[in-house]
């Protein structure tokens, strides 16, 4: 995209962060990886590693977080935009249920809540270059120790 292009296209952050709501929630591995650049940076407080570099290692990890949480959905709760810098804070509530084994608990249909932010850097493709999510990860392995 020639900047020309660039300075004429209007970004309108809340169909935006509609978007990856509503791909998220689809937990289609490829849909969401679409939003993504390819040298994307996804930082988490889970599991190693805590820093996925790359959409192929990120891939890899939403196979295995939709394989253990095969119910997931998002709740947006609010939204910030800077599109100066083009970073987005979208804070959000999430439902789960849990099967497999993660962060050393083996569990089948434990049900989980959490509230988490997801800070998103955006290239100037408007691609997701660096997102950096927070939630209390104590709090769930808690919920899950305790459905045991």
């Known amino acids: 995209m020639t900047e020309k ?5 209007v970004f309108n952050c809340s169909e935006y962060v509609d978007k990856y709501m509503k791909v998220w929630n689809t937990r289609n591995v490829d849909e969401i990886l679409a939003l993504y650049s390819d040298d ?13 570099k790359g959409k192929s290692m990120f ?8 394989e253990t949480y095969p119910y997931h959905k998002l709740f ?3 939204y910030v935009c800077d599109n100066k810098s083009r970073i ?13 084994s993660r962060y050393g608990i083996s569990r089948n249909g434990a049900k989980i809540e ?3 932010v997801d800070v998103l850097e955006l290239d100037e493709n408007y691609l997701i270059k660096i997102t950096r999510t927070y939630y209390d990860i104590n709090s769930i392995k808690e919920q899950l120790a305790r459905s045991g």
């Open 5 to 9: 292009e660039q300075m004429s296209k």
């Open 40 to 52: 994307t940076i996804y930082i988490h407080p889970g599991e190693e590693p805590k820093i996925i």
């Open 59 to 66: 891939r890899k990890y939403l196979e295995k977080l939709f």
């Open 76 to 78: 947006l709760v609010s």
């Open 88 to 100: 987005i804070m979208i804070e959000w509530k999430v439902s789960a249920v849990f099967s497999g």
């Open 114 to 116: 959490s509230d988490g």
